[in-house]
């Protein structure tokens, strides 16, 4: 069986897929690394052996990647010239898009992520990207080069409370269930599958897997 390729997929300005761009990188990542951060504020404290700790918040993860890419050989078939054809699609999402006026937010996805706690799909902006070329033509074309990149996670406040909100809940697809079922079952009303669909950024929503957990939002 193939691996399946890491693939990223710039979101508009309402948090959809714009499946046009999407794109797949030419080779899998062999490792990647994910931190975060948390801030606490120390206070110290003569009646106490050690300082008292305020939260202040949690900081978004970063998602780092090393990408290769190799155009001496046929890609798929097809030979491909200058690395910068592959390379660019990356550069693009660090650049300001002329209709968001900012650089997009992007859709990270490699496999099938777990029911908890997932890495994949990572969301957010590129905020680091170095390029490095190191194989050319006489002429000077790249035609192989290593991408240093990181993305900044990215959360929709209204989405993030609704993540804290004690109403919010999962629900884990059962055999015969359909999204206007589930809508008609917890809000009332089947046209609402829309919302868990966006929500979940279905690609197919008529098509959902038997034991997949889907995200419920509350509705206002």
Do not use: C
């Not at 008292?52 to 970063?62: C, D, F, K, P, S």
């Not at 406040?157 to 629900?171: G, H, M, N, Y």
């Not at 079922?181 to 829309?194: F, T, V």
């Amino acid at each position: 069986m193939p691996f399946e390729k890491l693939e990223m997929t710039p979101l508009d300005s309402n948090g959809a897929k714009i499946e046009g761009k999407r794109f797949r990188v030419l080779f899998n990542p062999t490792t990647y690394s994910i931190s975060s951060s948390v801030t606490w504020t120390a206070q110290a404290s003569r009646e106490l052996n050690a300082p008292t700790l305020t939260y202040g918040g949690g900081a978004g993860r970063m998602l780092t990647l090393e990408l290769f890419f190799d155009v001496t050989e046929p890609i798929n078939g097809a030979q491909i010239d200058d690395v910068r054809k592959e390379t660019n699609k990356v550069v693009t999402l660090a650049r300001k898009d002329r209709d968001l006026g900012r650089p997009p937010v992007v859709a990270i996805e490699w496999g099938s992520a777990p029911l908890t706690g997932p890495d994949f799909p990572f969301v957010g902006v590129v905020s680091a990207l170095t390029q490095n070329f190191t194989l050319f033509k006489a002429n000077g074309t790249p035609v192989r080069a290593t991408l240093n990149v990181a993305f900044t996670e990215f959360v929709d406040p209204k989405i993030d409370q609704r993540k804290l909100d004690p109403e919010f809940t999962t629900r884990t697809v059962k055999r015969g269930e359909t999204l206007s079922s589930i809508a008609a079952e917890l809000y009332g009303d089947p046209a609402l599958w829309r919302v868990i669909a966006q929500y979940n950024r279905l690609d197919d929503p008529r098509r959902i897997e038997i034991g997949r957990r889907l995200a419920i939002p509350k509705i206002a």
